[in-house]
């Protein structure tokens, strides 16, 4: 699979925009007209750093505007390609893509496109160029991929073929099962971009919001599933107009997008049973093995989780690493004394296959992480998510558990808690690679999704989880201008009020709910007054479904960390949503 | 006129809200639930803040989901809703908002929902309170205004009214003609917001992207117009729901805010010929009287404006302030030890009547500037906008002008240039701020909006300015994570290449622009050699329209101004655009 991107998906200069490319693992490029023309480097010592890096410069991009035009306008078009060609040959690169005419076409007739594109493939010949012809969505005569074919298989010349791109198929809703009524060796390239189910003008729509395989609604694995049965050969190339990828930092947004494509690929083999392309199967947790804290200065966790109950279970052998757990839930405290406040660092998970996972993870470009460890000692696998937050993996069924490593704690006692789901806080413009490494790295799936209101702005949320509910991971996103929101574990318990008075009784100070959140709450469910009394007292929070009753607390914010004790009485399947709002306006107020 | 603002419509928590809405000077508040269910001050210290205040509590909002229901569900309806009146009555607020049922309405029957309207209004009398019956635009089986008028009419209960809100009305199409035919005193509340044309559906439009009356494209002078000739006499309170104005600055968002209500209210009287309501008359600029810098250091600005043929025009007598001149265009530096680098700080207008300009501005909010001045010295009538840029208006036909306060320099010359247009940078979440302040208080008009793919994000560009085009002001954004947009100052000369040349060879370093610029330049316009080969020799870039042509280079920045000289020739009629992004571009590689 030989992989490329166009470098209108990446922010900055094109040189920069090239070495992310290469350093993320792109085989070539696509190179965008006005990113050639705001560069200060000449075409040949652009096409001397593609050589350097290892970069082939698939297609040069694009030329508009050409066909189903007067002779007179023909012929000023051939010279603006005429040009274009000679700054292709200076680059080096033999493709160019024309798009197909969306703002001076006056003539539908296709036997008059056909003739004009064949008349520009005579004089690209002669530069060695070939044509590959791309029906836009919004294209004035033709917006169609069969259509464009159609003209295509009518001009008949050597130098003349076309350009698939999934966008301008799938947002018009076109079948894309045509594709393999196509001769293959006359698909001259391919664009692969996904898109979220917008209802909005197809313009904007791929103008802004296209994003990279599998992070919006499009059957990508599907649609490549076709043109690879097409016998097209040819390069994976991401097109993807994006206004948040324009602003991220390259390097990071090239890392994310070739992750994409590997996971393509995956699926539409999977799906095609096909064996090449195939990374290892994907490992779906089983469960939650631990999660980390980290930082400086974590006396203050280890006394909070004394008061929720949780047991020390002992120090590391050799680490400056202490453990703690309740029930099934565990928590390691990991000092690093030059680091700030806590953090939680990282997420562990029991699979059937841990080689596997770890296996896969470096397939789809995850770095790995690599701890001192000492002979005798549990081998590690981890990787590292792209906001650095580490993800580790042990077998379900493994060999003698890392928790032997720890001495001097108590045993581990009888709750039956687990961790019920870890909720991760990032920046607005993580979103959709937060998403891609959940969904391709962990195999989790997408959810729910919702918007809660805070004082700094409205927090999307979009749960990520496993099908059987064993690993839930609420990813929440800050406003722009809003800080990141803090990160907390939530721990499942068969008697959330219980642990509730125990903490308070041990000194515990839980987040100060305020009053008038329970006249509401009186005022919604029509819960009796003792229960609210109840909850009032201690602090804790309701919510209903028509599945059953949901009931929590908060601890208060230790670093960008807190904890989460929950109960849930029926079927309920959500998180709180709403009491997440009174959240957000309770932490907020007691920062400032 | 009384005016309100729901405190959903502005970011923080409750307090914080209230005492932004009392300080930007409204009489009063909707209050949402949620606003206070998450606040820690209870019902009565709410009520006594807003006493304090003199803030209203004009409404509670909203109870949802009462009527057309089954008598079970209405049994608890009803119980939900008692429940809220007792915290009215400590809130000690007569109003409530009840939207029509969007989620649990089973029966399509008028009669039943005035039926169960009206005996939650018998309730309501019970605590003096009134329901306000709102008709949403997605409600179940009522979402016209009409009919929820038919309704409240068949309930005719005293307690009873409507509540009309623009955004449900206009959003949906509805003619608000038939407002007048309602009788004015069951009119109880009415809400008013804007928002931009969108294709989406009405419940996320709702949701985020209402914006203040003015800045969307809603007739609402013509809807007000309506309400109040119908006899409404209430408030006029302003729910905008939007995602940026819920992380700005609530105080300066009020403010903002404010200012809409009180434009709004002088587009409706003039529009319908009533003397109240009136402000002074709108002072369109006759002529940019000229433009200020502001900073520490500006000997590289004197420097370089000498290089580009102004003429030094001389110190102020008593102040460290410096006058420059073209032609018309004249630039004041004035030297701020303390301040950090070159900023663009002020522009003054000419106007036929500088005191009804600045009257107009006073009681649009804007604050009056005050500065220094010295008996015989020229008064100055000011004001600071948002993002604290000055304002100042001199009479056209005035008395003896300021620029005789200027001694020590040479005559004015017989250039005849003049500004072009002064393009201001803003932050992402100031766009709407910055056009209601242009549009209301320097009574500007919308003309064209581009976006500009730049290194770090495409860069928004809206242009506002008089019909004659005197006055011409682009509003560049920056993206979210980017830094914000240099801005600058556009001299219109008439001979664009000996100004380049003279300032070359005068020593002055032009913005350098990439050789391949120049290649795709020939490629595009089929310019002859001789002509790009001028351009390309001193730095200039090329644009044509329809309508003519357009030549033009920048210089480099200083702090944060850069100066632009153009040549319109013909009706060239734009600015540039898309050698807008090989700026960026350029701007971006000369900074990193």
């Not at 050597?158 to 099962?177: K, M, Q, T, V, Y």
Request: proline fraction near 4%; charge should be negative.
């Amino acid at each position: 699979m030989r992989t490329s991107i166009a470098t209108v998906s990446l922010s900055g200069g094109l040189v920069e925009k090239l070495h992310a490319c290469a350093a993320a693992g792109f085989d070539g490029v696509e190179i965008m007209d006005a990113d050639l023309t705001a560069a200060p480097e000449s075409p040949e010592e652009i096409r001397a750093l593609c050589d350097r890096l290892g970069l082939t410069i698939e297609m040069f991009q694009p030329l508009r505007d050409i066909e189903g035009v007067d002779d007179e306008t023909f012929a000023d078009n051939l010279r603006r390609a005429e040009a274009k060609f000679e700054i292709m040959n200076r680059l080096g690169t033999k493709r160019v893509l024309v798009c197909s005419n969306a703002g001076t076409a006056t003539i539908d007739d296709d036997d008059v496109a056909a003739r004009q594109l064949a008349e520009l493939a005579d004089r690209a010949a002669v530069h060695g160029i070939h044509i590959a012809y791309e029906a836009l969505a919004w294209g004035r005569f033709v917006d169609d991929y069969r259509h464009a074919w159609r003209i295509v298989e009518r001009a008949d010349h050597p130098n003349l073929g076309i350009c698939l791109d999934s966008f301008h198929i799938l947002s018009r809703g076109h079948d894309p099962a045509g594709i393999e009524q196509i001769d293959g060796e006359k698909i001259l390239f391919l664009q692969l971009a996904d898109a979220p189910a917008l209802d909005m003008d197809v313009l904007s729509w791929s103008r802004h919001h296209r994003v990279f395989p599998g992070e919006g609604d499009f059957a990508l694995a599907d649609f490549l599933g076709h043109v690879l049965r097409a016998n097209y050969r040819g390069p994976l190339s991401l097109e993807v107009f994006n206004d948040t990828f324009r602003q991220t930092d390259p390097g990071r947004t090239a890392a994310h997008a070739r992750r994409s494509l590997t996971w393509l690929a995956d699926r539409t083999a999977a799906q095609s049973g096909w064996d090449t392309l195939r990374l290892a199967d994907p490992q779906p947790a089983r469960g939650i093995d631990f999660v980390e804290i980290a930082g400086a200065g974590l006396d203050e966790v280890d006394e909070m989780l004394g008061q929720l109950g949780f047991r020390f279970r002992g120090r590391h052998q050799r680490k400056p690493v202490r453990l703690w757990s309740r029930g099934e839930a565990r928590i390691i405290l990991n000092e690093q004394p030059r680091d700030a406040g806590a953090r939680l660092a990282a997420i562990g998970l029991q699979v059937d296959d841990a080689d596997a996972a770890m296996s896969r993870a470096v397939a789809l470009g995850a770095p790995a992480v690599f701890r001192r460890t000492y002979a005798g000692e549990h081998e590690l696998r981890a990787v590292a998510a792209p906001d650095g937050t580490q993800v580790y993996w042990s077998d379900r069924n493994g060999g003698p558990s890392w928790v032997d490593e720890f001495e001097g704690g108590t045993d581990a006692g009888d709750d039956a808690d687990v961790i019920d789901h870890i909720n991760l806080g990032y920046r607005w413009q993580e979103f959709d690679e937060a998403i891609l490494f959940a969904a391709s790295v962990m195999s989790l799936e997408t959810e729910s999704a919702a918007e809660v209101p805070g004082p700094t702005g409205l927090v999307r949320s979009q749960v990520m989880r496993t099908p059987d509910g064993v690993v839930r991971m609420p990813i929440n996103l800050a406003p722009p201008t809003a800080p990141l929101p803090d990160r907390h574990i939530a721990i499942r318990c068969g008697d959330v009020v219980a642990v509730a008075r125990k903490a308070r009784d041990a000194g515990l100070e839980l987040l100060r709910i305020p009053n008038n959140y329970y006249d509401d709450l009186s005022a919604r469910f029509g819960l009796d007054a003792e229960t609210v009394g109840e909850l009032r007292e201690l602090g804790l929070l309701y919510d209903r479904d028509a599945h059953g009753d949901f009931v929590h607390f908060y601890t208060r914010t230790i670093g960008t960390v807190f904890i989460e004790f929950l109960e849930r009485r029926g079927a309920y399947e959500g998180y709180g949503a709403t009491n997440a709002a009174v959240r957000l306006a309770t932490q907020t107020t007691h920062r400032s």
